[in-house]
């Protein structure tokens, strides 16, 4: 039995292909055949319902595929290229540094993180004080936070960075 990751449309779903014409998808199963027709068309077979489908090779992993006049983006990877990938993205998000800048002049009013601290994806890391308004300024993603370049009470111009997350 072979494992794959499909991608359609960002969504992803793990396929097991046993090889006799059947496919699991989550705890659905089904049988299916693709019959090519020629060049890029084929007729695809699924529970004994047909589908015409076009398909157009992106790069080594993605697919566009018109089925019956929808069309859906699609990536495959096996289920250690899909591992390989994960652990890349996790290796790269753990050296990289994000700037956060000031989206406007204003005033740092409260800094809620200091540095060497973890901080969540959409946490408050300082709130600035622009036009009598107190806005929350948020960790863009998960991380930690390297640098704080500003303290309270202290006016800012806009763009000028406030803090890191590493």
Known sequence: ?????ISINDKKKKVFYS???????GNDE?????VHLEAQNYLLRVNNIFFEAVSNKLDNERFSILIN??????????????KARE?????????HKTEIKAPMPGMILRIKKNVSENVEQGETVLILEAMKMENDLR????????EIFVEERIAVEKGAVLFTIE
């Open 69 to 82: 006049g929808s069309l859906f983006e699609i990536e495959v990877r096996s289920s250690l290229q899909e």
């Open 87 to 95: 652990l890349l993205q996790q290796k790269e998000s753990a050296h």
């Open 139 to 146: 960790a863009p993603r998960t991380g930690i936070i390297k």
């Open 30 to 34: 089904y049988e299916c055949d693709l």
């Open 19 to 25: 090889g006799n014409s059947k496919i699991s998808v």
């Open 1 to 5: 039995m072979s494992e794959y990751i």
